[in-house]
């Protein structure tokens, strides 16, 4: 039950604080709009991707949902930070 536990928390709280921040890359002028609805939609996301992980059958099945939920928004917003932020030289 802790592997579940711990798959979803990880993977639900990349998934909660990347989305908005990818968002507010993207939009730099709206960052007040994005951070009010990316907490408010973050939120709902980070529950629903706890309760993915947890209905998952065995640990192994929790970490690959985990794994599915918070590897594409971390490469997006590796991709995102690189070519709207990234550093500058």
């Known amino acids: 039950m802790w592997h579940k536990t711990f798959a979803?928390?990880?993977?639900g709280l990349i998934f909660m604080v990347l989305v908005?921040?990818?968002?507010s890359l993207l939009m730099p002028s709206q960052v007040g709009l994005?951070?009010?609805l990316g907490l408010i939609f973050a939120l709902s996301s980070w529950a629903?991707?706890?309760t993915w992980c947890y209905?998952?059958?065995?640990n192994k099945q929790a970490w690959g949902r985990?794994?599915?939920a918070a590897l594409?928004?971390?490469l997006i917003f590796t991709g995102i930070f690189?070519?709207?932020?990234?550093?500058t030289g």
């Open 66 to 68: 985990a794994a599915k």
């Open 48 to 50: 629903g991707v706890m």
């Open 34 to 36: 994005i951070l009010a």
């Open 20 to 23: 908005p921040s990818s968002l």
């Open 82 to 87: 690189f070519t709207t932020a990234g550093p």
């Open 8 to 11: 979803g928390l990880i993977s």
């Open 72 to 74: 594409p928004v971390i």
């Open 55 to 58: 209905a998952a059958n065995t």
